[in-house]
């Protein structure tokens, strides 16, 4: 059973920057995804970020291209979400996900591609 821990999280204001980390545990060997997704209150758990194992393939949503960036620790099993010029509609728990062992560029947006979760980390902005 793999299990996900998550830090990071807090408050910062407008502008300012956080950087997430995500360590598994018990991870088997295969090539998986590890993303990053969050969920605002009242909302549903939408895709932010994913990384493929070695760390050759990345994807972003949208809202936060060119201000978030993943990438993987020198340890395999850590990923990390550099968050910068933080706004407003950040605010959300953050969760980290890993998939089942998938083609290097499958690159998955979709909460049922990935098997395990963490328990998330706050991240709130204010103004």
């Known amino acids: 059973q793999v299990t996900l821990v998550e830090s990071g999280g807090g408050l910062v204001q407008t502008g300012g920057s956080l950087r997430l980390s995500c360590t598994a545990s018990d991870t088997p060997f295969g090539n998986y995804y590890m993303g990053w997704f969050r969920q605002a209150q009242g909302k549903e758990r939408e895709f932010v970020a994913a990384?493929?194992?070695?760390?050759?393939?990345?994807s972003y949503a949208d809202s936060v291209k060119g201000r978030f960036s993943i990438f993987r620790g020198s340890a395999e099993d850590t990923v990390y979400l550099q968050m910068n010029n933080l706004k407003r509609e950040d605010t959300a728990v953050y969760y980290c996900?890993?998939?089942?062992?998938?083609?290097?560029?499958?690159?998955?947006?979709?909460?049922?591609?990935?098997?395990?979760w963490g328990q998330g980390t706050q991240v709130t902005v204010s103004s």
């Open positions: 996900g890993q998939t089942a062992p998938l083609p290097p560029r499958a690159a998955p947006r979709q909460t049922s591609s990935y098997r395990y």
């Open positions: 990384i493929s194992w070695i760390g050759t393939h990345t």
